[in-house]
């Protein structure tokens, strides 16, 4: 029977935030396949999984200074697990640049037909260009994508493409992000002092390409004041004083269910082609409205429409004060019904499973 190795760069409990290392952890805490981890060593472990803890000791730098291999220490771990006869499948997180230095050092250990590489890419488009990336897809055995347009986006980019692909959709804990009844709405809108106001909210880091300049642009074009509105912005800090915007700042993730619970509209203006969207189905699995730019991932996520309103020029501000004040004339909420198993952890580990599963079938 195959063995399952993952090797993340990331010290794996992760005690920060981030979307893939929080997948990983609920995953890793319920009944999963994963039988080794390779990584820096973490705060603390998880049981059940064996460890290759990587020690980045003042030797081991100057060994990946001198050999000018910065994965020394993770190939060194793996080394120890690989010289086993058994099979492995290989786990990698977006880390394209492990790739051709892990192909050379099975190669040389003369170990690579004992290995099944599986690669999980976060992102949307083609990460190699056409035929500079033929080596990469010759050299691992699966990729692994958020959806379904991605893998459209790399057959129709790269004219050979000779690995298996699968899709893992994002998942979300459904037990923290759900819908609140109307009461509950009202008692969260209280806190922030709101009242008889359609509120809608954007959430997310306060980067360009998330577009929340963009987005205040278009709140400026509203009539604010007739339409009795506000918009509760989420991850970001601006000294700005704007009509019907508050600014929250930072706010802790176990925190955030509320605040989607309390809103109408969610505003998801991407302006890249994003992987997936975590922010956008944990609003939609509280009850919100999206109204969402049509990049990368998002309009299956949104599955074309059924889910939400699909913003098909983004960068046109018409578009986004036409889309918002049509929802503003709307005297209640679309109402649109979310399966609780749809994007979930739950289903989310599921998928993991039978990814894993198939990949010791294809490997056999």
Known sequence: ????????????????????????HNYLMSNHAIDYII?????????????????????????????????????????????????????IIDNFGIVKPLLDFLKIKNKRNQCYLQFFYHGFPPFYENFLGRWFFEGI?????????????????????????????NGIDTSKFHEVNIEEKENLRKQLGITNKKVF??????????????????WKRINIQEKDAVLLVIGANRDLNIDGVSFLGRIPNNDLPKYYQMADCY????????????????????????????????PEVLQYGKLGKLIENPNFIEDWVQAIELFLEEKETPNISIPENLYSTKSWNEGMNTIIENAKKNFS
Not at 1 to 22: A, D, E, F, N, R
Not at 142 to 168: G, Q
Not at 201 to 218: A, E, H, M, T, Y
Request: proline residues 4%.
């Open 1 to 24: 029977m195959s063995k399952v190795i993952l090797i993340s760069q990331i010290p794996l409990p992760y005690s920060h935030i981030g979307s893939w290392t929080t997948l990983y």
């Open 39 to 91: 990584c820096e060593k973490p705060e603390t472990l998880y049981n059940g999984v064996d460890y290759g803890l990587v020690l980045n000791n003042n030797r081991l730098k100057i060994q990946k200074k001198f050999l000018k291999n910065p994965y020394l220490g993770y190939f060194n771990e793996l080394e120890k697990i690989i010289e086993k006869n058994d099979k492995f499948i290989i786990q």
């Open 141 to 169: 055995n699966e990729m692994v994508l958020l959806t379904h347009d991605s893998y459209k986006a790399h057959k129709n980019y790269y004219t050979v493409l000779p690995i298996r692909f699968s899709v893992l959709h």
């Open 201 to 218: 909210i954007w959430c997310s880091q306060d980067r360009p390409k998330k577009g929340l300049d963009f987005i205040l642009d278009v």
């Open 267 to 298: 505003l998801f203006p991407t302006l890249w082609h994003e992987g997936f969207g975590m922010s956008l189905i944990e609003a939609l699995h509280c009850g919100c409205y999206c109204i969402a730019s049509a990049n990368g991932g998002v």
